[in-house]
């Protein structure tokens, strides 16, 4: 079965770095579209950002552009998230999702697969 494990998430102050990775199993990583969401307490998912399947087209919300770099590597069926000038509104849960051809890249409604999030804290 298809499984996405997140992993890297921790408590950083505001400023710092932090490098997310998710690895897949049990499908053609090469094949998917990734993203990555993120889900605070009492709001809804949201997008982060998404890279296609050869890793040469991405996108963020407006609210990370220019901070956070989504990359993959698929020799290793895992997607990365660096995020820079971390700042406290970032805190959420993480999650990693894939589509082999999500109608909307930006929904979290049109991805297949989900991992169980890593908690990112961000400290003022």
């Known amino acids: 079965q298809v499984q996405l494990v997140e992993s890297g998430g921790g408590l950083v102050q505001a400023g710092g770095s932090l490098r997310l990775s998710c690895a897949a199993s049990g499908l053609i990583f090469s094949m998917y579209t990734m993203g990555w969401f993120r889900q605070a307490p009492g709001k809804e998912r949201e997008f982060v950002a998404t890279?296609?399947?050869?890793?040469?087209?991405?996108n963020y919300a407006d609210s990370v552009k220019g901070r956070f770099t989504i990359s993959r590597d698929n020799a290793k069926s895992t997607v990365y998230l660096q995020m820079n000038s971390l700042k406290p509104e970032d805190s959420a849960v993480y999650y990693c999702?894939?589509?082999?051809?999500?109608?909307?890249?930006?929904?979290?409604?049109?991805?297949?697969?989900w991992g169980q999030g890593t908690q990112v804290t961000v400290a003022s």
């Open positions: 999702a894939a589509d082999i051809r999500p109608s909307t890249y930006y929904s979290a409604g049109s991805y297949n697969y």
């Open positions: 890279i296609n399947r050869s890793g040469e087209r991405t």
